[in-house]
């Protein structure tokens, strides 16, 4: 089943990228695939554009086979619960507390302000070390902290479409182990994923896919 379909995708550049043009891409349930270019920025936005943060200039975005209106932000938020964004950009409310962000989706979704954690959510916080801070603002965490935060936001998501920038950069060092761990887990459910890194070990364990993007921004060798 294809997860995701771009086509005939065209995105302004940012920094000192080129941006996507005529960009194809498909990727299905079970695809991992590793982004390569001589352009991080391209790279970047090309996770953006899957996102949906970055919205099209021309060209059509399909998810769950169902293409996306860009017009009406409001229609396309049943897509987003479902794409899980790991990246140097990802953010939480910095004045809500970790525990609200954490829930925030399911407040949408589920109409209700009176919900809980889940048992899966807690034991992450609890693996992490972030379980004694779930009650603190996000504005007042440490960075590392915050960034566990929003990856476990992401991965309880159990997202159809995973997309994660710089694992090893995100995640330091001391987290990393334990953060590839839930990563083979979460795997095991066969969502769609697309990632930068530029740790050729994590590149080849987890990489099932290229996805190449050219010095001109048209998607190569995407298979």
Do not use: W
Request: aromatic share 10%; charged share 25%; proline share 3%.
């Amino acid at each position: 089943m294809d997860i995701v379909e771009l086509t005939d995708y065209m995105i302004i550049p940012t920094g000192k990228g080129s941006g996507l043009k005529n960009f194809n891409l498909k990727l299905s349930a079970g695809d991992v695939g590793a982004v390569h270019t001589d352009s991080p920025d391209d790279a970047h936005l090309l996770l953006k554009a899957l996102a949906t943060i970055e919205y099209p200039a021309s060209g059509v975005y399909r998810f769950m086979g169902k293409q996306i209106d860009f017009s009406d932000y409001r229609t396309f938020l049943s897509c987003k619960r479902k794409i899980g964004y790991i990246a140097s950009d990802a953010a939480m409310i910095s004045k809500k507390t970790v525990r609200e962000n954490l829930l925030l989706m399911r407040y949408y979704f589920e109409n209700s302000l009176s919900l809980t954690l889940d048992d899966k959510t807690v034991a992450l916080c609890k693996s992490f070390n972030i379980e004694n801070k779930l009650d603190l603002p996000a504005v007042e965490l440490h960075l590392l902290d915050l960034r566990i935060a929003i990856m476990i936001r992401e991965l309880t998501k159990d997202p159809y479409l995973l997309l994660i920038e710089r694992p090893e950069d995100f995640i330091k060092h001391s987290k990393f182990d334990l953060f590839v761990q839930l990563l083979k887990e979460t795997l095991r459910s066969n969502p769609a994923v697309a990632f930068i890194s530029y740790d050729n070990n994590f590149v080849e364990k987890f990489s099932n896919k290229k996805i190449g993007i050219a010095k001109d921004g048209v998607a190569l060798n995407c298979a």
